[in-house]
């Protein structure tokens, strides 16, 4: 493939159901992550004591952070090593490459996924966390959108900085 244009990049469509699959799918994935963490704390917490409530705010706190640490982890992982490809990216027919149309590399997809990382001090805070994340994310959400419409290669913001745009996959 060439360099991408304008042209090549205009599959809003389907970045909007590939985005809407790989939600989906981290959120099962933090999930799956957490809540082996918040059991053990539920059961230290229980335990009684300064040191087993201690060792329980431990344990859901590393929780947390695992878990969302594992939704950078799912764009960078697949994205830098699957073809530049999320599932719901394959799904969909859609992958990210380099602007000059090269594939994307491991450190490209790391860039391009930051945002993600922006996110994860809002899981610490619990239920808290989650409802102020949602401006945050609202915000993001917005942001790339705008960022996407105005842009000469439908870029978000961490794909411009990261040098991608997202095509149709061949």
């Known amino acids: 493939m060439g ?5 090549d ?14 939600n989906v799918l981290m959120f099962v994935l933090y999930v799956a992550v957490m809540v082996p963490f918040v059991g ?10 300064d040191t087993a409530a201690a060792a329980a705010m431990g ?14 982890l799912y764009n960078v992982g ?3 090593w699957w073809d530049g490809q999320t599932v719901g990216k394959r799904l969909l027919g859609i992958t990210v490459v380099q602007e000059d149309g090269s594939d994307v590399t491991p450190g490209k997809a790391a860039i391009r996924a930051a945002p993600l990382l922006a996110m994860a001090p809002f899981g610490m805070l619990g239920v808290i966390g989650g409802i102020l994340s949602m401006p945050v994310f609202g915000c993001f959400l917005v942001v790339g959108i705008v960022s996407i419409a105005v842009s000469d290669k439908r870029q978000r913001l961490a794909d411009r900085v990261a040098g991608t745009v997202v095509v149709e996959a061949h």
């Open 59 to 72: 344990g859901a706190l590393v929780g947390t952070l695992l878990a969302s640490l594992s939704l950078y």
């Open 9 to 22: 990049t205009d599959i809003i469509g389907k970045r909007v159901g590939a985005e809407l699959i790989d």
């Open 78 to 80: 697949l994205e830098g």
């Open 40 to 49: 053990a704390s539920a059961l230290l917490g229980g335990a009684g004591g």
């Open 3 to 7: 360099t991408p244009t304008r042209e």
